[in-house]
């Protein structure tokens, strides 16, 4: 049911942890759906310097989380901005109909990491414009 | 491949070794068609009334009560859809649970759209109904209580022999989904009050596909499938004689050495269930500590996900099942942990692993070397669990 690169990211997440005072702090989802994702960015002159995650859900969330780390460590903040669900889906070799969810949750954490960078830095970033992550927002739209 | 643990023998059991010997010859040689005169058809009529005899004798009924299915899922559907139809007259209500099997709760959803009405009983934090729910729901309009003999994911036994007791004095039609017990319980339906029941071949070390409902002389039921005149005109269509057969050989070994393999089953539970308490912290038993099937072990593993529990089980070699949503492909964690009155977040973490005949001290002893390693490994992933230890909790 799953890709070889999601039981990859399953079995040895990249980035697991946490960051001690980080830039930019981003939890989104809630246990109440069974996922919850939180992010924690190190941030200098805008780089991503470093970032670590904790999740807590399935194998395809804990999967989203590792691979989404990944592809912002070493980014600018507006390059990772610009990462969207299906980049993570497509990062991961594909994600079940039902699991898509759990990407989307970590587009959101990067943004409300991102998002809380910016409140931190009085910066504000016209790419978050409008976004909004709500509680309830991982309906299983597939279905 | 690895090390193998398998631990769901709820979901389903191999076929032992004598009932697939049994089934051979019935694929083969002896495949003439049962309702045939000739000496091939009588070849394969035969072992039907053997097998038929055998179910009856391993729940106390009369070989004319047992009726041949496709299985669990068949056998509710007939009992409760065919009872409710040729009851009509005398009423629409039915009563059931809220921890069914989804073989019964969709089918009473699907009688609701026709005009009956459904009583969906609570349960305590055990999964046991109350006795007083029961007898407050009934109302004149009554026909038909439809209640599980064990829970398939929690194993949690009901009080079957009370609740036959006031089905009767009510002149009400009594069926239970006898699935999980079958094999795990002793079973007598007349000394339990039962009119319907329902069970599976394939939970008790027979082949898939194959099931019976039994229904006691006299109960009023429609007919499921029209046509011929198999199954004393009820259920149509030609048998499936090695499926059968093999239910039958496989009944008949479950009753011979039923005490055997519960005490076997029991040991192993017990072992697991300490082992995972001792090694483990912030689980939580599901289910009864007494009223419980066997083989059942289900527990609540806080800060974690199930199915991220199943998945690491799976690659150290360990099948097990989890009532998590991300298991089920639906939002909500199984409505049977939710009926228990568990929080969600807390339902999303459980597991279910169930010991059978095949199981031994090495695999129970196994799955207690992985399972803490795996469980601390995934809490330290959560962000749950790093606000208890923070303290912040
Ligand atoms: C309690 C219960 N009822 C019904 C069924 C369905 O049985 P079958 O798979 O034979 O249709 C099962 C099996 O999953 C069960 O556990
Ligand atoms: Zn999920």
Redesign the interface.
């Known amino acids: 049911m799953y890709t070889e690169k999601v039981m990859d990211h399953f079995m040895n997440p990249r980035n697991v942890g946490e960051i001690e005072n980080a830039a930019g702090v981003g939890q989104v989802g809630n246990a109440k759906c069974g996922d919850i994702m939180k992010i924690y960015l190190d941030v200098e002159d805008e780089i991503i310097k470093d970032v670590k995650f904790k999740t807590f859900g399935c194998g395809s969330a804990i999967a989203s989380s590792s691979v989404a780390t990944e592809m912002i460590k070493g980014k600018t903040v507006h390059e990772a901005l610009a990462i969207t669900n299906k980049a993570v889906v497509e990062a991961l070799g594909g994600l079940p109909p039902v699991k898509i969810h759990c990407s989307v949750l970590a587009e959101e954490a990067i943004k409300t990491a991102i998002l809380d960078y910016g409140k931190k830095n009085n910066i504000t970033f016209k790419e978050l414009e409008g976004f909004n992550p709500t509680e309830d927002h991982h309906d299983h739209e597939e279905e | 491949m690895n090390k193998r643990v398998y631990l769901d023998y709820a979901a389903t059991t191999p076929v032992k070794e004598e009932v697939f010997e049994e089934m051979k010859p019935y694929f083969t040689e002896k495949f003439g068609n049962p309702s045939s005169i000739y000496s091939y058809g009588r070849e394969a009529k035969q072992p039907i009334d053997v097998a038929r005899t055998r179910i009856a004798n391993a729940v106390g009924a009369k070989p004319e009560e047992i009726y041949f299915t496709a299985g669990g899922s068949e056998s509710d559907n007939w009992a409760i859809k065919g009872i409710a139809f040729a009851n009509k007259n005398k009423g629409n209500h039915i009563i059931t649970t809220k921890i069914e099997h989804h073989a019964v709760l969709h089918t009473c959803e699907y009688l609701e759209k026709y005009g009956f009405e459904v009583t969906y009983l609570e349960v305590d934090e055990f999964g046991r109904i109350h006795l007083e729910d029961l007898e407050k729901a009934i109302t004149d309009k009554t026909i038909l209580i439809s209640i599980m003999f064990a829970n398939n994911e929690i194993g949690t036994i009901q009080p079957i022999k009370e609740i036959g007791q006031i089905a009767r004095e009510n002149k009400i039609y009594f069926h239970t989904d006898a699935v999980q017990a079958l094999g795990n319980v002793k079973i007598d339906v007349d000394d339990l009050n039962i009119d319907s029941m329902s069970i599976s071949s394939h939970k008790i070390y027979g082949p898939k596909g194959i099931g019976a409902m039994y229904l006691r002389k006299g109960v009023k039921i429609h007919s499921f499938v029209h046509g011929g005149a198999q199954e004393r005109k009820r259920r149509a269509g030609t048998e499936n004689v090695p499926g059968i057969v093999g239910f039958g050989k496989a009944a008949q070994l479950i009753t011979e050495n039923m005490d055997e393999h519960i005490n076997h089953m029991m040991c192993l539970k017990d072992k697991l269930i300490n082992g995972i308490i001792e090694r483990i912290d912030f689980v939580k038993l599901n289910g009864h500590s007494e009223y419980r099937l066997p083989g059942n072990v289900n527990f609540i593993f806080e ?6 529990l199943l ?2 089980l799976d ?1 150290v070699g360990i099948a097990g099942s989890s009532g ?4 089920s ?3 909500d ?1 199984s409505h049977v942990l939710m009926a228990l009155g568990l ?3 807390i339902a ?1 973490g459980s597991l279910r692993l169930t010991i059978g005949s095949f199981t031994t001290e090495e695999d129970i002893d196994y799955v207690l070397e992985e399972l803490p390693k795996i469980v601390q490994r995934l809490r ?5 669990y ?1 606000e208890v230890k923070g303290g912040q909790k």
């Open positions: 800060f974690i996900e199930g199915e991220s998945l690491s690659l998590s949503a991300c298991t492909g639906s939002l964690p929080p969600h977040e999303h330290d992933m959560s962000p749950l790093e």
